[in-house]
C-alpha cells in the first residue's frame, strides 16, 4: 500500500502550505517492514480567504495557490526517507487606507523544501530529524534576506500500525527572530469509524494542530481540526516599510470533507474561518511598528493530490 500523506491539505497556505517541516509522521503510516520503492506525489491548493475587517480601519482579502511535491521510501527496519519541495504564493487586497495607512503590503511568495528522515528503533519507538530550507518574501524583498531554516527533532511511539503518539521539537532561525515550538505528534483511530490525528505538516509557521475524523461507509472523511499559524515574511525595498517584515498570525479553524478515489487520486475541500487574526508590520530590525486585530476571516480551499 502506498503510504497516505494526510492533512489540511498538506498544502494549505496557513495550516501547512506556507510550511516546509513535513511532519514524519506524513511519512510512515506503518511501523517497519521491508524496504519499499520510491512513491511520489503532486498536489495543488487554490485557496480563498474572505474580506476582513481590521479593529482601526480598513479591511483585506486574500487569494493564492499552494503546490507540494515529493518523494519518499521506506528502507526497511522502520527507516524512512524523504524530500519535499513547496511553492505558496498569496495577494492580499487591502482597502484604500488602513489603520497602517497605505497597504503594509501586496504579493507575498514562499518557496524551499525540506528532508525529513525518520529511524526505527526498539520497541516500536521512532526518531526524526527534518531540517528545512525556505525563501518567505513580498515580490520586491531582497532574496538574501528572505531565508528561514532550520529543523524538527521528534520521537514517535507506535503501540499499533494506527496509534502512535509522540513529542518533537522545532528549531527555526525566521525572519528577524528565533522561534522553538513544542509538537504534539497524534495519529490515533479510536475505532473503525473515528480518528485523532495532526492535521497538518509542522514547520516554522506553528505546530501541527489536532483534528477529529470521521469516516463515512462510502469511503469519504469528514474532519474538524484547528491549529495556531504564523506566517511572516521580508517586505520589499521600496514599500511603506522598507525591507521590514509582515507578519499574519491567528487560528484557523476548519471542516474538511475529502476521498480517496484510488491509490493515485485524491480530492480534499476547507471551509472555515481564521479567529484571532493580527496582522504585524515590523522594521528591518525586527521591531513591532504596528500591530492590529482583524475580525474573524472566512476561509476556502481545495486540494486536488496524485500518487504515483
Known amino acids: 500500500m502506498k503510504p497516505k500523506l494526510r492533512g489540511f491539505a498538506a498544502n494549505n497556505r496557513r495550516t501547512g502550505a506556507a510550511t516546509i517541516g513535513a511532519m514524519l509522521l506524513m511519512l510512515a503510516p506503518g511501523t517497519g517492514g521491508a524496504a519499499e520503492a520510491w512513491q511520489s506525489f503532486f498536489s495543488v491548493t487554490p485557496i480563498w480567504q474572505g474580506n476582513a475587517n481590521i479593529d482601526n480601519g480598513g479591511d483585506f482579502d486574500a487569494t493564492g495557490v499552494g503546490i507540494r511535491a515529493g518523494t519518499s521510501s521506506g528502507f526497511g527496519a522502520g527507516h524512512r526517507a524523504s524530500v519535499t519541495l513547496h511553492y505558496d504564493y498569496l495577494d492580499y487586497d487591502f482597502s484604500s ?71 518533537g521539537l522545532g528549531v527555526f532561525s525566521d525572519i528577524e527572530e528565533t522561534k522553538v515550538i513544542p509538537i504534539l505528534v497524534v495519529n490515533w483511530r479510536l475505532n473503525d469509524r473515528w480518528s485523532l490525528v495532526n492535521p497538518l505538516p509542522a514547520g516554522p509557521a506553528g505546530p501541527a494542530g489536532l483534528e477529529l475524523n470521521y469516516r463515512f461507509d462510502n469511503g469519504w472523511d469528514l474532519g474538524l481540526g484547528a491549529a495556531y499559524r504564523s506566517l511572516r515574511f521580508r517586505l520589499r525595498e521600496t514599500g511603506p516599510t522598507p525591507d521590514g517584515v509582515g507578519e499574519e498570525r491567528g487560528v484557523p479553524i476548519f471542516l474538511r470533507l475529502s476521498a480517496d478515489f484510488s491509490d493515485q487520486a485524491s480530492l480534499f475541500l476547507y471551509a472555515g474561518a481564521i479567529v484571532g487574526g493580527e496582522l504585524r508590520v515590523e522594521d528591518s530590525g525586527g521591531n513591532t511598528l504596528r500591530e492590529e486585530s482583524f475580525d474573524p476571516a472566512p476561509l476556502l480551499g481545495a486540494t486536488f493530490r496524485m500518487q504515483f
Open 97 to 167: 487606507r488602513t489603520a497602517f495607512g497605505d497597504a503594509p503590503w501586496s504579493q507575498v511568495q514562499r518557496f524551499g523544501f525540506s528532508v525529513p528522515l525518520v529511524f526505527g528503533g526498539a520497541d516500536g519507538w521512532f526518531y526524526g530529524v527534518a531540517p528545512s530550507v525556505e525563501w518567505s518574501r513580498e515580490n520586491g524583498a531582497d532574496l538574501g534576506e528572505s531565508v528561514v531554516y532550520g529543523g524538527i527533532l521528534s520521537a514517535t511511539k507506535a503501540f499499533a500500525p494506527d496509534q502512535r503518539l509522540g513529542f
